[in-house]
């Protein structure tokens, strides 16, 4: 049953595509500037690429065994659906796709940005955000491409005419395993990425700039390639496999609530199903006219260039508030007018919390300056202050997603709380809204590491004053605009883990189907058929309330999941960068002429050091997501999953929050400094706020973003894994 509505999709993925290609020959044809411009940026290019391969390999194995695994299941043990191993092979394939494409890309335009830059601030902010832009292009439109591919083909498996309105519930529910292939391909990328760059930040920071007094991205400074390098795996590829996942999970979320919501209809549940999808794909059109918005004049300051960037974003806010309304009637769901409002709560949910990062990060506001003023009493000021900002900047975001979530599902359900398949189906598709322009929001956060480069670039070649101005303007804004990229990729994770889990659900009632129980046996004596039971029938089957000890189990292993995660990575990011500290207080030491630029460091050497230490120590936390919650479920069954998922996603969303905050006010109390306030640059306020910014690090490059995947992944394991856990459980 595919009608000629649903084609929508693939023709915006295409869409989306044809302009990523285009805005990349556009960018190709710009010059790379001079001959040392060209040089750095190879540097850079093959480091970034070597990295990657190697992840790639480390990726590949995992990815074997857990398809081998889930074949076992499918095939032999006959507890999971056979099209399991199939849909996370191309889930993961798809998101490594989208960074790959977007660091292929970011590590081209990085030299082209600094040289724009040379003739325009403009200039230089066009080039870098088109580029940016290819990132966000190439995951909304290989996102709705591989969706699309995958419900032709399960519309042929699981015809609607044979099938009913189960046929849709099987189809949602069985593509919701291929955003698992993409969820662990993130967690590795973010994971391993994050570490790789804090490794050669906090290296290239420490010996270079407050031991040898040399100014950031120098030259002289032997972790200067590695730390640019970083930039492009952890904040382009990584982000990029991030944002690729939730993506894909909210929409594919959605369209399962959407099957389960309406299953006395064929006609209306097929609707519901495609809503999402068509929503995204609107979306996808509107960011590319925010993409064309988006342009400053010179001498512009970080105001005015956020207000570049935010009338692109606004525009297509603004644009698919309209269009989903107009959709929605069209395709005539019930109470349409009020999964319209869902849309709008997810959006401004978006909107919001944007806000809020950008206030609590951005230099031009008082919290982060009040850090840079706190530098003056030195390191231990800075960081207390940094953190203080952080644990602040949760409130809002926290109210602003339990808000949301209300209205949201109020909306959908016609303000009646017992409504409560539509109410769910409200907060899945308000996810959808918030990412509905992923297009363009990813392409102000792609954007930042690219102006980061540029500004390293210009650095090393000397470009002079007046350009490394102009690319510090824009780096600067590129820390405003990554802050607020990862609040938003946070917020969406929330939003969107609340609707995996309504899913989960689903999936169970799938897998008890699938292994003959047909029947429900309550307590009390009294029966019901499986496949009509509602969410509440479940819960009450499984016990899965606050005075279970399985559901408390599971909650507070979750809310320690969180931080044992974080632990894991932060140390990994310190161990990697104290082997980054002795390797180039050793450079400076052994090699004659170093700090006078009459010799060339050994880059290849700290790039081998950040890529040894991501590969070792991303494997450990990477797979505790993917085992914690298949163990919970051996064990403690649906209750303990229900429990570690809900524990996981409370505790881990306001720690992501509070990492990503501190670290991007530490980043831009810097950068304040460096401006001329405070002392400026190489005073001791300068070098206090340097040691707030290296802590900082990792926080907001490493363990804050890595934990929004972290939640939706363990969901998604447990969505796949919901056929062992129903067929055999301990307790």
Known sequence: MLSSLFWIVPACAVLALVFAFSFYRQMKKKSEGTEQ???????????????????????????????????????????????????????????????????????????????????????????????????????????????????????????????????????????????????????????????????????????????????????????????????????????????YESYCGSVLATAALGAAAFTGSVDIQFKAVIAPMIIAAFGTVLSILGIFAVKTRENADQRLLLKALNRGINLSSVLII???????????????????????????????????????????????????????????????????????????????????????????????????????????????????????????????????????????????????????????????????GKGFAIGSAALTALALLASYI?????????????????EDGHTIETVKATLTDFMNYYDVNLMNPKVLVGMFTGSMLAFLFCGLTMNAVGAAAGKMVEEVRRQFRTIAGILEGEAEPDYARCVAISTKGAQTAMIVPSLLAIIAPIVMGVIFGVAGVMGILTGGLAAGFVLAVFMANSGGAWDNAKKYIEEGNFGGKNSDSHKAAIIGDTVGDPFKDTSGPSLNILIKLMTMVSIVMAGLTVAFSIL
């Open 322 to 484: 309209l269009v989903s309304f107009f959709v929605l009637r069209f395709l005539g769901i019930p109470n349409s007018l009020g999964i319209w409002g869902s849309i709008v709560t997810g959006l401004l949910v978006g909107i919001g919390i944007g806000k809020v990062t950008e206030y609590y990060t951005s230099s031009s506001y008082k919290p982060t300056q009040e850090i840079s003023r706190n530098a003056q009493t030195g390191p231990a000021t800075v960081i207390i202050a940094g953190l203080g900002t952080g644990m602040l900047s949760t409130a809002f975001p926290v109210l602003f997603i339990v808000v949301g979530t209300i209205f949201a599902y109020l909306f959908s359900a016609g303000f009646d709380m017992s409504n409560m398949s539509m109410g769910l189906y409200g907060i899945g598709i308000a996810a959808v809204g918030m990412l509905s322009t992923l297009g363009i929001t990813l392409a102000t956060d792609a954007y930042g590491p690219i102006a980061d480069n540029a500004g390293g670039n210009a650095e090393m070649s000397g470009l002079g004053k007046e350009v490394r101005t102009r690319t510090d303007a824009l780096d600067s804004l590129g820390n405003t605009t990554a802050a607020t």
């Open 37 to 243: 411009m060209m040089k750095i940026a190879s540097y850079v290019r093959q480091g970034a690429m070597a990295y990657l391969k190697q992840q790639y390999k480390v990726v590949l194995l995992v990815f074997a065994v857990l398809t081998v695994f889930f074949s076992l299941l499918a095939y032999v043990f006959k507890v999971q659906n056979p099209w399991v191993p199939g849909a996370f092979l191309t889930g993961g394939f798809f998101s490594a796709l989208a960074g790959f494409f977007g660091m292929k890309t970011a590590t081209h335009a990085s030299a082209r940005t600094a040289n724009a830059a040379r003739d325009s601030l403009n200039s230089g902010l066009q080039v870098a955000f088109r580029s940016g832009a290819v990132m966000g292009l190439v995951v909304v439109g290989l996102g709705l491409l591989d969706i699309s591919i995958w419900f032709v083909i399960l519309n042929v498996a699981y015809p609607v005419a044979e099938h009913g309105t189960h046929g849709l519930v099987i189809i949602t529910t069985t593509m919701l395993t291929f955003g698992m292939g993409a969820s662990t391909q993130a967690l590795f990328a973010r994971v391993g990425g994050g570490i790789f760059t804090k490794a050669a930040d906090v290296g290239a920071d420490l010996v270079g700039k407050v031991e040898a007094g040399i100014p950031e991205d120098d030259q002289r400074n032997p972790a200067t390639i590695a730390d640019n390098v970083g930039d492009n795996v952890g904040d382009v590829a990584g982000m990029g496999a991030d944002l």
């Open 506 to 522: 689903e999936e169970i009632k799938i897998g008890l189907v699938r292994i003959g129980r047909t029947v429900l046996e309550f």
